[in-house]
């Protein structure tokens, strides 16, 4: 089992499916090849490794057990200004929203309250998949600008009437 791991006061929060073996044995999330990617791809957008909090949806490894409850109170312990939601089950259990292609870059309003934009996971890219590394740094650039605060607010919708 991998609890949340990082900063506990991290503005940014990452989010994936459940951890690997290798994570499995060292007890921190993303520290296997998969979250060697994420990591490195991270700090080349300018991501601080040391100022992000990271956790997966289940704590355990090939996603055996839901433990959502458990990091929802993870997340919420600290105000938090970006989920960054690494995968389809971190995409669907956060925002309800089931294809990381159709959503992946988007940025949009968690069940939480909490802004946050989707992305693929490393392993997609590991398993021959290598053209999407510079679209998982493309989200994570944005990710970086958003957590600066250099991006506007959600969009909102606004209807306009065409009667008097």
Do not use: C
């Not at 090939?62 to 109170?73: I, K, M, P, Y």
């Not at 105000?79 to 870059?105: C, M, Q, Y």
């Not at 392993?123 to 989200?139: A, Y």
Request: no cysteine; charged share 20%.
């Amino acid at each position: 089992m991998v609890s949340p791991s990082g900063n506990v006061m991290s503005p940014v929060y990452v989010v994936g499916d459940h951890p690997s073996g290798e994570e499995l044995a060292t007890g921190i999330n993303f520290s296997g090849p998969d979250g060697q990617i994420l990591r490195a791809s991270l700090r080349k957008v300018g991501f601080n490794d040391g100022h992000l909090r990271y956790g997966n949806v289940s704590f355990s490894r090939n996603g055996a057990t839901n433990d959502a409850s458990q990091l929802r109170e993870d997340i919420l312990t600290y105000p938090r200004k970006l989920l960054l939601l690494v995968g389809n089950r971190a995409l669907t259990e956060f925002t309800g929203h089931t294809s990381i292609d159709r959503w992946r870059g988007s940025y949009m309003e968690s069940n939480l309250g909490i802004p946050s934009l989707g992305t693929y996971l490393p392993s997609f890219i590991r398993k021959g998949n290598w053209d999407h590394l510079l679209t998982l740094r493309s989200d994570l650039r944005k990710a970086y600008i958003i957590s600066n605060g250099a991006f506007p607010g959600l969009p909102s919708r606004t209807f306009i009437s065409l009667t008097h």
